[in-house]
């Protein structure tokens, strides 16, 4: 069985200064793995997805994830961060051969001006 | 092509009370999801369906939750009756690869 573990649930930075949001998982078979964003009151948005092709996945809104077998990693970046950026992110990890999802516990991103 | 479609987007009833949630996929997708997310928490299964046999109910409290697809579908959630506990937002999502899913925007319930 898969599983997700993001490794910081919460995590403050300014406005313009990068973020690094971690998530390590766990499966049995090679996974595709992904990234969503939620916005409050909003509908879980896909940012990026592993799918066995390039192991560095660049994403919408700058944000970009590298695919760390060895590690068993897939952690989000983006270079400057912007306000719009201030919201809840899941790492999830499918597993093909059962069509199964498995959320990570969330990482709430905070923004200073 | 169109988005998972789920209604309502809010609900409020009162404990013991029932209610149902519907869900319509995108057009071919074999795989449904329902999804239970609780406020400050991930996205926990429910349910998945793969056309309209059940795959993986092992999460769903069957006591009081029940699910089905017609047709391979349109989906419907029910909660009968309903707890303090099951106040949440539930989430559809279908994928034609189970690679990739694709997400609803839920619906909001408060259970009061």
């Known amino acids: 069985a898969q599983s997700v573990t993001q490794l910081d649930s919460h995590v403050s930075v300014s406005e313009g200064t990068p973020v690094l949001l971690r998530c390590n998982y766990s499966?049995?078979?090679?996974?595709?793995l992904f990234w969503y964003v939620q916005h409050p009151n909003k509908g879980l948005q896909l940012l990026l997805k592993?799918?066995?092709?390039?192991?560095l996945v660049k994403g919408i809104n700058g944000f970009e994830a590298e695919f760390k077998k060895s590690e068993t990693s897939f952690h989000l970046t983006k270079p400057s961060a912007h306000m719009s950026d201030a919201a809840e992110y899941f790492c999830v990890v499918s597993d093909r051969n059962d069509y199964k999802l498995s959320f990570g516990a969330g990482t709430t991103v905070t923004v200073r001006a | 092509e169109a988005g998972v479609a789920q209604s309502p987007r809010y609900k409020i009833i009162e404990k013991r009370q029932s209610v149902a949630f519907w869900c319509n996929p995108i057009s071919g997708h074999a795989t449904l999801y329902w999804y239970q997310q609780i406020l400050g928490q991930g996205p926990k299964l429910l349910i998945q369906?793969?056309?309209?046999?059940?795959?993986?109910d092992s999460q769903l409290p069957k006591d009081r939750f029940s699910a089905e697809r017609l047709k391979g579908v349109d989906s419907t959630l029910k909660i009968q009756p309903a707890k303090l506990e099951d106040s949440a937002v539930y989430l559809c999502?279908?994928?034609?690869?189970?690679?990739?899913?694709?997400f609803g925007q839920g619906t909001r319930l408060t259970v009061v």
């Open positions: 369906f793969q056309n309209n046999g059940v795959v993986d």
């Open positions: 592993y799918t066995s092709a390039a192991t």
């Open positions: 999502a279908s994928s034609s690869d189970g690679i990739e899913a694709f």
């Open positions: 499966s049995s078979y090679s996974p595709s």
